[in-house]
């Protein structure tokens, strides 16, 4: 790792308008006291006047290169599509910076082994911002599974569906860009069930809607991957834009209990006292977004344990990744990083 920084010199690559997500990043990289906002790239020069307004004195850049050779930075924020951030971390490496791209990591597992050699033979940090990790539903879950309650996972099945016909004038819905119907929130999803059942992967397989409901974009209409474990736990991902009928976004069976959505800001947890079924209503704790860049600034100023790493990010790429090959090659794929 380099050399330990009081304040690390932040930019970022994409301040476009969309969720105006170039600010979100900066303010929590400021909130964390340990991280300065220093310059921002972005082709649109109106978005670039705005990053001025945000972050008064910062660099700004229309030209990527230009950026990554000239802005007096230590760590660069890729915020951009998905498409462009194996090719934009490999440059900020290269140019001896910390790299942080937006989620998902990559769209191939070999853009995502790329970036970690070159991250490793520079001696630098990747990582990749899924801090949907600090959601309060999410980390309810988590604190309910290793609570005991429902004993060892052996099965998850998550569901993010409906019946909606996506935006013809956003690039997320064209597969090019995207990478596909899985690459949006199917990322943060996979990373959610891959830490629910935090075992060594086995194998993927996938299935993809091939004749769209939805001819006006290019991402699928529908996805499904089911990951098997090498303990022998499976879990099951569900994206779905022609799902009419809905089911819960959580059913997870462990060998104690289960948890599935309850009411309201709840989980249902069913588990078993002394020989009897009891159910309880488990409240969601709160969101701590910024809690990812405050663990970035430990790690990089007072060198603790990263949480994000690029080969925990590498694992979400490979489980998207495979369950396409899968589907295209007609069979059950065996993964190569567990």
């Not at 340990?34 to 790239?41: D, G, I, N």
């Not at 397989?205 to 409901?213: A, E, K, T, W």
């Amino acid at each position: 790792m380099a050399k330990k920084k009081k304040l690390v010199r932040c930019g970022i690559i994409g301040y476009g308008g969309a969720f105006n997500m170039g600010k979100h990043h900066g303010e929590s990289m400021h909130k964390t006291g340990k991280m300065k906002v220093t310059a921002a790239c972005d082709i649109d020069a109106k978005r670039m006047k705005v990053a001025e307004e945000d972050f008064p004195g910062i660099q700004t850049f229309t030209d990527v290169d230009q950026f990554i050779q000239e802005s007096e930075t230590d760590l660069v924020t890729i915020i951009t599509p998905h498409n462009t951030h194996a090719p934009l971390a490999m440059k900020c490496l290269a140019a001896g910076k910390h790299v942080i791209t937006e989620k998902p990591f990559t769209i191939t597992t070999k853009e995502a082994t790329d970036i970690i050699e070159l991250a490793k033979k520079k001696k630098l940090m990747a990582s990749v911002f899924h801090n949907r990790r600090w959601d309060g539903d999410f980390q309810a879950l988590m604190e309910i599974t290793q609570s005991g309650l429902i004993g060892e996972v052996f099965h998850v099945e998550a569901c993010m569906s409906g019946y909606n016909r996506p935006s013809d004038k956003w690039w997320r819905s064209f597969k090019e860009t995207s990478g596909g119907a899985f690459y949006d929130w199917g990322a943060h999803v996979v990373d959610w069930v891959l830490h629910i059942a935090p075992y060594k992967i086995k194998s993927v397989s996938g299935y993809f809607q091939v004749d769209p409901v939805w001819k006006n974009v290019t991402n699928e209409d529908h996805v499904e991957a089911t990951v098997r474990f090498k303990n022998g736990a499976s879990a099951n991902i569900e994206m779905s834009s022609i799902a009419a009928v809905g089911k819960s976004r959580w059913r997870i069976l462990g060998t104690k209990g289960a948890i599935t959505d309850g009411e309201g800001q709840n989980f249902k947890v069913v588990t078993f006292i002394k020989g009897k079924k009891a159910e309880i209503q488990w409240p969601h704790k709160e969101y701590a977004w910024h809690d990812y860049y405050q663990d970035v600034a430990n790690h990089l100023v007072n060198g603790k344990k990263l949480g994000v790493t690029a080969e925990s990010a590498r694992r979400v790429i490979m489980v998207l990744d495979y369950a396409e090959q899968s589907f295209k090659k007609g069979m059950e794929l065996e993964t190569p990083f567990d």
